[in-house]
C-alpha cells in the first residue's frame, strides 16, 4: 500500500422522502472512485451519510404525522439499506442527528464565535424553505433558484463574516489551490465570488428542528436558535472523521478530502461557504467582533488552505426524467429499488455473486452492475443526462449483453471446447507463408500483444480525468476489437482442420481473446464489481478483490496469463434483457410517499372511491391525515377515453376495459359490471389513475384504476369531464 490516501464524499441528503436514482448517481461515481483508489493502493475512505435538520424535514415530518426523528431514522435507514442492497462500500454513514455530529458542530460554530467571526444582527428577509436559504427578492416573490414562494422572515440572527473571505476564495480558487470542476462551474462560483459576498445568516430562531446554539453565544442572544441546516450539514465531512472530538485520528490522516462530489446546485454552498468556515478556523485570524478581522497575506491563506480545504470540489449534472430534472418535488423520479427489482432476477447464479450473503442480494449485486454501467456510460461527467427505461435496456444489450458478457461466454467455452478448459498456449509469429487469411490473424494478434500497454496508459488517464464515458467507450473498442479478431480468426473453423499451424493459431487466438477479456475484466471492475469478480473467476485467475488488493489490477502485463492456467466454473454473465422489462419498470413506479414507510400508526385515510374491486381497494396503503402537495403531485390522473368495454366471463363484477390515453391504450379491469353495460360506458371520457402498480385478477393484468364517487357500497359514479377535455391531458 503506498503512503497516499484517498477521501472522497458525496452530499449528505435530506431525509423529506426516499432515495432515487439521482442520489444513487453520485454515490455510484463515489463508490467507483474509492473502488479504483483502493486499487492503485491508496489508502481511501469513502463517506455519504444523510442530512435530517431544518424546516423541511419538520414540516415534512409533520405532514407525515410523526415526530421528525422518527421521521429521519425512517428515512435514513431506507438511504442505508439501498446503498448496501447495492454493495456501496462506504467507509462511514453520518447522519446529522447523531450525537457525535452534533457535538462537533457545536465545537465549530464555539470556535467561530469565539474568534469573532460569528455575531448578533436583526435580519429580514425573504427566506426559500425548499432551499433552506436566504434569498435577494422581493416580498411575496418566487425564488430565483427554484422557482417556489418565498417567506417573509424578520429574526435576530448569528451572522457569519462570510464577506472577509471574498479575496481570499478568489485567490484560492483562481491559483487552483481549490480546484473546482468542470470549468463552468468553477467560472460560475468566480463570478458569484467577484459579484461581492454579503455575510450569512447561520442561526434560526423560527424553529426548533436543528443543533442548538452553543454557549456563550446561546446565551447573548434573546431568543433559543438552531444552527443554520447548511453550517450543520457541511460540517459532516469533518464531523465524520473524529473533528472536534477526543479521537480525530481519522481527520488527520484523510483531511483535507480529495475530491468533494456534488450536484451542480449545491456548488456554490460548497465552494464559497464551506471553504470560508474552514478559513475561518485559522487562529491567526483570531479578533474582537467589534473590529473589522485582520488581512493576512495570500501565503498565510494558502498555508492554512493546504491542511484544512477540500483539494478539489467536482460537480455532475443533473438526471432528467420526461425532460426535466428528477427530483421529489416535482413527482418525477425513478427509485432505484425498481431498477434492483426488475432486472435482478435476470441475474444467473446470483449465489456466485454473493456467496456470503445469498441469492437475494446476489440479484441485487447484479443490477447495481447495471445501473453503475448505464449512469457513467451515457452522462458525459458534468453534463445533464435523460435517463428512460428504455435506454437503460438498449445499453445494457448492446454493451453488456452482446458485447462483454457475451466475449467472456463464446472465448471460454471455446477454451473449455477445445482445451479442456486450460488456457492454450500461444505461438505469436507474425509469418503466415502464403495463406493471407493466417497472415491476417496472425497480425491482429501481434498487434494486440504489442498494444497491451500503450491502451493501458492510454485509458487509465480517461479515468482520471472523471471521463468515465469515454474510459468505457474506450473498453467497449477493446471490446470489439477482440470480437473482430475473434470473427476474422474463426477458432470454431480452425478447430476442425489437423494442419499443424491451424492448430497453432486455433490456441493463439483464444490465448489472444482471454488477454482482452482480462484487460476489458480489469478496466471495468471499479464500475462493474460484481461481474467482473465473475469473469476474473471463470477465467481461472481467483479473486479479483484479493487480486485488486495486491495491486495487481493497476498495470497489466502480458506475461502474467499463464499458459495452463484452467478455467473456473463457466455461466453466462449478462444475459440479454427483453424489452418487456421497460414497461414493467415503468409499472412499477407507483408513488410511494414518504409516510407510507413510517410505521407509527396513522390516521387511516377515507377508502379510496374507486371503482375496482374490493380486494383492490383493501391494498390501498393507509395515508396519513394529511398530505404534502409535493405527494398529491406524485399521483397522475389522467382523462381517457373507453375505447373497449366487454364482460369478463364467470366475474360478474368485473368489466375489462380498453382506455385511450391519447399517446398510448391500457387494459384497466373494474369492479363496475353490477351498474353498468359495457354499451353505456363505450366513448365516455373518464379521469384514471395512470401511475399505479399493475394488478393481476382473474388472469388479466390491470394497467390504472378508473376514479368514481360512491356510499359504502353503493353505486360509483363514475367521474367524468367535459367532452373538450384533451385525451391524454393531466388533472392536477
Ligand atoms: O442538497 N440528478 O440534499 P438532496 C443528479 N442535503 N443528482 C441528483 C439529482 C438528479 N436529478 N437529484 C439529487 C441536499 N441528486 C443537501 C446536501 S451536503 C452538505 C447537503 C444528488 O437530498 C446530487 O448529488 O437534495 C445532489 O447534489 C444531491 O443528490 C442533493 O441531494
Given at each position: 500500500?503506498?503512503?497516499?490516501?484517498?477521501?472522497?464524499?458525496?452530499?449528505?441528503?435530506?431525509?423529506?422522502?426516499?432515495?432515487?436514482?439521482?442520489?444513487?448517481?453520485?454515490?455510484i461515481?463515489?463508490?467507483?472512485?474509492?473502488?479504483?483508489h483502493?486499487?492503485?493502493?491508496e489508502?481511501?475512505?469513502?463517506?455519504?451519510?444523510t442530512?435530517?435538520?431544518?424546516?423541511?424535514?419538520?414540516?415534512?415530518?409533520?405532514?407525515a404525522?410523526?415526530?421528525p426523528?422518527?421521521?429521519?431514522?425512517?428515512?435514513?435507514?431506507?438511504?442505508?439499506?439501498?446503498?448496501?442492497?447495492?454493495?456501496?462500500?462506504h467507509?462511514?454513514?453520518i447522519?446529522?442527528?447523531?450525537?457525535?455530529?452534533?457535538?462537533?458542530?457545536q465545537?465549530?460554530f464555539?470556535?467561530?464565535?469565539?474568534?469573532?467571526?460569528?455575531?448578533?444582527?436583526?435580519?429580514?428577509g425573504?427566506?426559500?424553505?425548499?432551499?433552506?436559504?436566504?434569498?435577494?427578492?422581493?416580498?411575496g416573490?418566487?425564488?430565483?433558484e427554484?422557482?417556489?414562494?418565498?417567506?417573509t422572515l424578520?429574526e435576530?440572527?448569528?451572522?457569519?463574516?462570510?464577506?472577509?473571505?471574498?479575496?481570499?476564495?478568489?485567490d484560492?480558487i483562481?491559483?487552483?489551490?481549490l480546484a473546482i470542476?468542470?470549468?463552468?462551474?468553477?467560472?460560475?462560483?468566480l463570478?458569484?465570488?467577484?459579484?461581492g459576498?454579503?455575510?450569512?445568516?447561520?442561526?434560526?430562531?423560527?424553529?426548533s428542528?436543528?443543533?442548538?446554539?452553543?454557549?456563550?453565544?446561546?446565551?447573548?442572544?434573546?431568543?433559543?436558535?438552531?444552527?443554520?441546516?447548511?453550517?450543520?450539514?457541511?460540517?459532516?465531512?469533518?464531523?465524520?472523521?473524529?473533528?472536534?472530538s477526543?479521537?480525530?485520528?481519522?481527520?488527520?490522516?484523510?483531511?483535507?478530502?480529495?475530491?468533494?462530489?456534488?450536484?451542480?446546485?449545491?456548488?456554490?454552498?460548497?465552494?464559497?461557504?464551506?471553504?470560508?468556515?474552514?478559513?475561518?478556523?485559522?487562529?491567526?485570524?483570531?479578533?474582537k467582533?467589534?473590529?473589522?478581522?485582520?488581512?493576512?497575506?495570500?501565503?498565510?491563506?494558502?498555508?492554512?488552505?493546504?491542511?484544512?480545504?477540500?483539494?478539489?470540489?467536482?460537480a455532475?449534472?443533473?438526471?432528467?426524467?420526461?425532460?426535466?430534472?428528477?427530483?421529489?418535488?416535482?413527482?418525477?423520479?425513478?427509485?432505484?429499488?425498481?431498477?434492483?427489482?426488475?432486472?435482478?432476477?435476470?441475474?444467473p447464479?446470483?449465489?456466485?455473486?454473493?456467496?456470503?450473503?445469498?441469492?437475494?442480494?446476489?440479484?441485487?449485486?447484479?443490477?447495481?452492475?447495471?445501473?453503475?454501467?448505464?449512469?457513467?456510460?451515457?452522462i458525459?461527467?458534468?453534463?445533464?443526462?435523460?435517463?428512460?427505461?428504455?435506454?437503460?435496456?438498449?445499453?445494457y444489450?448492446a454493451d453488456?449483453?452482446?458485447?462483454?458478457?457475451?466475449?467472456?461466454?463464446?472465448?471460454l467455452a471455446?477454451?473449455?471446447?477445445y482445451?479442456e478448459?486450460?488456457?492454450?498456449?500461444?505461438s505469436?509469429?507474425?509469418?503466415?507463408?502464403?495463406?493471407?487469411?493466417?497472415?491476417?490473424r496472425?497480425?491482429?494478434?501481434?498487434?494486440?500483444?504489442?498494444?497491451?500497454?500503450?491502451?493501458?496508459?492510454?485509458?487509465?488517464?480517461?479515468?482520471?480525468?472523471?471521463?468515465?464515458?469515454?474510459?468505457l467507450?474506450?473498453?467497449?473498442r477493446?471490446?470489439?476489437?477482440?470480437?473482430n479478431?475473434?470473427?476474422?480468426?474463426?477458432?470454431?473453423?480452425?478447430?476442425?482442420?489437423?494442419?499443424?499451424?491451424?492448430?497453432?493459431?486455433?490456441?493463439?487466438?483464444?490465448?489472444?481473446?482471454?488477454?482482452?477479456?482480462?484487460?476489458?475484466?480489469?478496466?471495468?471492475?471499479?464500475v462493474?464489481?460484481?461481474?467482473?469478480?465473475?469473469?476474473?473467476?471463470?477465467?481461472g485467475l481467483?479473486?479479483?478483490e484479493?487480486?485488486?488488493a495486491?495491486g495487481?489490477l493497476k498495470l497489466?502485463?502480458?506475461?502474467?496469463?499463464?499458459p495452463?492456467?484452467?478455467?473456473?466454473v463457466?455461466?453466462?454473465?449478462?444475459?440479454?434483457?427483453n424489452?418487456?422489462?421497460?414497461?414493467?419498470?415503468?409499472?412499477?413506479?407507483?408513488?410511494?410517499?414518504p409516510?407510507?414507510?413510517v410505521?407509527t400508526?396513522?390516521?387511516?385515510?377515507?377508502?379510496?372511491?374507486?371503482?375496482n374491486t374490493?380486494?383492490?381497494?383493501?391494498?390501498?396503503?393507509?395515508?396519513?391525515?394529511?398530505?404534502?402537495?409535493?405527494?398529491?403531485?406524485k399521483?397522475?390522473?389522467?382523462?381517457?377515453?373507453?375505447?373497449?368495454a366487454e364482460?369478463?366471463?364467470?366475474?360478474?363484477?368485473?368489466?375489462?376495459?380498453v382506455?385511450?390515453?391519447?399517446?398510448?391504450?391500457?387494459?384497466?379491469l373494474?369492479?363496475?359490471a353490477?351498474?353498468?353495460?359495457?354499451?353505456?360506458?363505450?366513448?365516455r371520457?373518464?379521469?384514471?389513475?395512470?401511475?399505479?402498480?399493475?394488478?393481476k385478477?382473474?388472469?388479466?393484468?390491470?394497467?390504472?384504476?378508473?376514479?368514481?364517487?360512491?356510499?359504502?357500497g353503493?353505486?360509483?359514479?363514475?367521474?367524468?369531464?367535459?367532452?373538450?377535455?384533451?385525451?391524454?391531458?393531466?388533472?392536477?
Amino acid at each position: 500500500m503506498s503512503d497516499r490516501t484517498f477521501y472522497v464524499t458525496t452530499p449528505i441528503y435530506y431525509v423529506n422522502a426516499r432515495p432515487h436514482i439521482g442520489h444513487a448517481y453520485t454515490t455510484i461515481v463515489a463508490d467507483v472512485l474509492a473502488r479504483r483508489h483502493r486499487l492503485l493502493g491508496e489508502k481511501t475512505y469513502f463517506l455519504t451519510g444523510t442530512d435530517e435538520h431544518g424546516q423541511k424535514i419538520e414540516r415534512s415530518a409533520a405532514a407525515a404525522g410523526v415526530a421528525p426523528q422518527t421521521f429521519a431514522d425512517q428515512v435514513s435507514r431506507s438511504f442505508e439499506d439501498l446503498w448496501r442492497r447495492m454493495g456501496i462500500t462506504h467507509n462511514d454513514f453520518i447522519r446529522t442527528t447523531s450525537s457525535r455530529h452534533k457535538e462537533a458542530v457545536q465545537h465549530l460554530f464555539a470556535t467561530l464565535y469565539e474568534r469573532g467571526f460569528i455575531e448578533l444582527r436583526t435580519y429580514t428577509g425573504q427566506y426559500c424553505v425548499s432551499d433552506e436559504a436566504f434569498v435577494e427578492v422581493g416580498p411575496g416573490e418566487s425564488c430565483p433558484e427554484c422557482g417556489r414562494i418565498t417567506e417573509t422572515l424578520s429574526e435576530e440572527n448569528f451572522f457569519f463574516k462570510l464577506s472577509a473571505f471574498q479575496r481570499p476564495l478568489i485567490d484560492l480558487i483562481e491559483s487552483g489551490q481549490l480546484a473546482i470542476t468542470p470549468e463552468t462551474r468553477r467560472n460560475e462560483v468566480l463570478s458569484f465570488l467577484k459579484g461581492g459576498l454579503k455575510d450569512l445568516s447561520i442561526s434560526r430562531s423560527s424553529f426548533s428542528w436543528g443543533i442548538p446554539v452553543p454557549e456563550p453565544a446561546a446565551s447573548a442572544a434573546a431568543q433559543k436558535h438552531v444552527i443554520y441546516v447548511w453550517m450543520d450539514a457541511l460540517a459532516n465531512y469533518i464531523t465524520a472523521l473524529g473533528y472536534g472530538s477526543s479521537d480525530d485520528s481519522l481527520f488527520r490522516t484523510f483531511w483535507p478530502a480529495n475530491v468533494q462530489l456534488v450536484g451542480k446546485e449545491i456548488i456554490r454552498f460548497h465552494c464559497i461557504y464551506w471553504p470560508a468556515f474552514l478559513l475561518a478556523l485559522n487562529p491567526r485570524l483570531q479578533h474582537k467582533s467589534s473590529e473589522e478581522p485582520p488581512v493576512l497575506p495570500a501565503e498565510e491563506h494558502s498555508a492554512w488552505a493546504r491542511e484544512w480545504l477540500p483539494k478539489a470540489v467536482t460537480a455532475h449534472g443533473w438526471l432528467l426524467f420526461e425532460e426535466s430534472k428528477m427530483s421529489k418535488s416535482r413527482g418525477n423520479i425513478v427509485r432505484t429499488e425498481t431498477i434492483l427489482d426488475a432486472f435482478g432476477p435476470l441475474c444467473p447464479q446470483p449465489e456466485m455473486e454473493s456467496a456470503a450473503l445469498g441469492a437475494q442480494h446476489g440479484h441485487d449485486l447484479f443490477a447495481s452492475d447495471v445501473l453503475r454501467y448505464f449512469l457513467l456510460r451515457e452522462i458525459p461527467f458534468g453534463q445533464d443526462g435523460s435517463f428512460s427505461f428504455d435506454a437503460l435496456i438498449t445499453r445494457y444489450n448492446a454493451d453488456l449483453a452482446n458485447g462483454y458478457g457475451n466475449l467472456v461466454s463464446r472465448t471460454l467455452a471455446m477454451i473449455a471446447q477445445y482445451f479442456e478448459g486450460s488456457i492454450p498456449s500461444p505461438s505469436l509469429e507474425r509469418n503466415g507463408g502464403q495463406d493471407p487469411a493466417r497472415t491476417e490473424r496472425r497480425a491482429m494478434a501481434e498487434a494486440i500483444r504489442d498494444d497491451f500497454q500503450a491502451i493501458q496508459e492510454r485509458v487509465h488517464p480517461l479515468f482520471g480525468r472523471y471521463a468515465f464515458h469515454e474510459y468505457l467507450l474506450e473498453v467497449m473498442r477493446l471490446i470489439s476489437r477482440i470480437d473482430n479478431f475473434l470473427s476474422a480468426s474463426a477458432p470454431w473453423k480452425l478447430a476442425k482442420s489437423s494442419d499443424e499451424e491451424d492448430r497453432k493459431d486455433l490456441a493463439t487466438s483464444l490465448f489472444v481473446s482471454a488477454q482482452g477479456i482480462r484487460l476489458a475484466t480489469a478496466f471495468l471492475h471499479p464500475v462493474l464489481p460484481f461481474a467482473t469478480a465473475r469473469a476474473w473467476a471463470q477465467l481461472g485467475l481467483g479473486s479479483i478483490e484479493d487480486a485488486a488488493a495486491q495491486g495487481e489490477l493497476k498495470l497489466l502485463h502480458w506475461a502474467d496469463l499463464k499458459p495452463g492456467t484452467q478455467l473456473g466454473v463457466l455461466g453466462a454473465i449478462f444475459p440479454r434483457a427483453n424489452k418487456g422489462l421497460a414497461q414493467k419498470m415503468t409499472d412499477m413506479e407507483s408513488p410511494i410517499a414518504p409516510a407510507s414507510i413510517v410505521s407509527t400508526p396513522v390516521e387511516p385515510a377515507p377508502a379510496p372511491v374507486a371503482a375496482n374491486t374490493a380486494e383492490q381497494a383493501a391494498a390501498q396503503p393507509t395515508a396519513p391525515s394529511s398530505i404534502s402537495i409535493d405527494d398529491f403531485a406524485k399521483i397522475e390522473m389522467r382523462v381517457a377515453q373507453i375505447a373497449v368495454a366487454e364482460r369478463i366471463p364467470k366475474a360478474d363484477k368485473l368489466l375489462r376495459l380498453v382506455v385511450d390515453l391519447g399517446n398510448e391504450r391500457r387494459q384497466i379491469l373494474s369492479g363496475i359490471a353490477e351498474w353498468y353495460t359495457p354499451e353505456e360506458l363505450i366513448g365516455r371520457r373518464i379521469i384514471v389513475i395512470t401511475n399505479l402498480a399493475p394488478r393481476k385478477m382473474r388472469g388479466l393484468e390491470s394497467y390504472g384504476m378508473l376514479l368514481a364517487a360512491s356510499q359504502d357500497g353503493g353505486k360509483p359514479y363514475l367521474a367524468t369531464v367535459p367532452d373538450e377535455a384533451p385525451i391524454g391531458s393531466r388533472l392536477k
